[in-house]
């Protein structure tokens, strides 16, 4: 029953989330060029070391599986690296790549994440107090992750892209 309660969480956690996005966040980074719009994505993926909280003993169960332990927290530590060399190299063209670089590496990871776990037959209970990392923060992140790729799939308008090569 308990694997009920944290899948229904994680389900609850994606309709607030989408909710969130679709009535405050998109509405807000519809309206700004690229390198704009992506900056506030990846100041919250440079936050993604707390992953690193898998492999802090007290925080998570012993019984954690270590295969899911440590590609979820090496896979995040990675992800918020390239989330802060992408911030560093924008708005210049590469900026742009580093961003593709994170966002295909970022959504990789969590997908891989959920692989992981489902391989490794995680119980919700070994998480520990670190249960809030894919309750609630992981769909905020998969959700990003989708408004980066649409960012970075928008046509930009020409001026935006003249300033780009200016400030490159």
Same mark, same amino acid.
């Given at each position: 029953?308990?694997?009920?309660?944290?899948?229904?969480?994680?389900?609850?956690?994606?309709?607030?989330?989408?909710?969130?996005?679709?009535?405050?966040?998109?509405?807000?980074?519809?309206?700004?060029?690229? +390198?704009?719009? /992506?900056?506030? *994505?990846?100041? %919250?993926?440079?936050? =993604?070391?707390? $992953?690193? @909280?898998?492999?802090?003993?007290?925080?998570?169960?012993?019984?954690?599986?270590?295969?899911?332990?440590?590609?979820?927290?090496?896979?995040?530590?990675? +992800?918020?690296? /390239?989330?802060? *060399?992408?911030? %560093?190299?924008?708005? =210049?063209?590469? $900026?742009? @790549?580093?961003?593709?670089?994170?966002?295909?590496?970022?959504?990789?990871?969590?997908?891989?994440?959920?692989?992981?776990?489902?391989?490794?037959?995680?119980?919700?209970?070994?998480?520990?107090?670190?249960?809030?990392?894919?309750?609630?923060?992981?769909?905020?992140?998969?959700?990003?992750?989708?408004?980066?790729?649409?960012?970075?799939?928008?046509?930009?308008?020409?001026?935006?892209?003249?300033?780009?090569?200016?400030?490159?």
């Amino acid at each position: 029953m308990s694997q009920l309660w944290f899948f229904g969480s994680i389900a609850f956690s994606f309709i607030a989330w989408g909710i969130v996005t679709a009535r405050y966040i998109w509405p807000e980074l519809r309206l700004r060029e690229r +390198a704009e719009a /992506l900056q506030p *994505l990846l100041i %919250l993926h440079s936050f =993604r070391f707390i $992953g690193l @909280a898998f492999l802090v003993p007290g925080v998570v169960s012993p019984d954690l599986p270590p295969a899911f332990a440590h590609s979820a927290a090496y896979g995040d530590i990675i +992800a918020a690296m /390239l989330a802060l *060399l992408s911030q %560093l190299f924008l708005p =210049r063209a590469a $900026g742009v @790549a580093a961003a593709w670089i994170f966002s295909l590496w970022g959504s990789a990871d969590i997908l891989n994440a959920f692989y992981q776990a489902n391989h490794a037959g995680l119980l919700a209970g070994q998480l520990g107090a670190a249960f809030f990392l894919p309750t609630l923060i992981v769909p905020l992140l998969l959700i990003t992750h989708g408004l980066a790729f649409r960012i970075l799939l928008q046509h930009q308008p020409e001026r935006a892209m003249q300033e780009s090569r200016h400030l490159a």
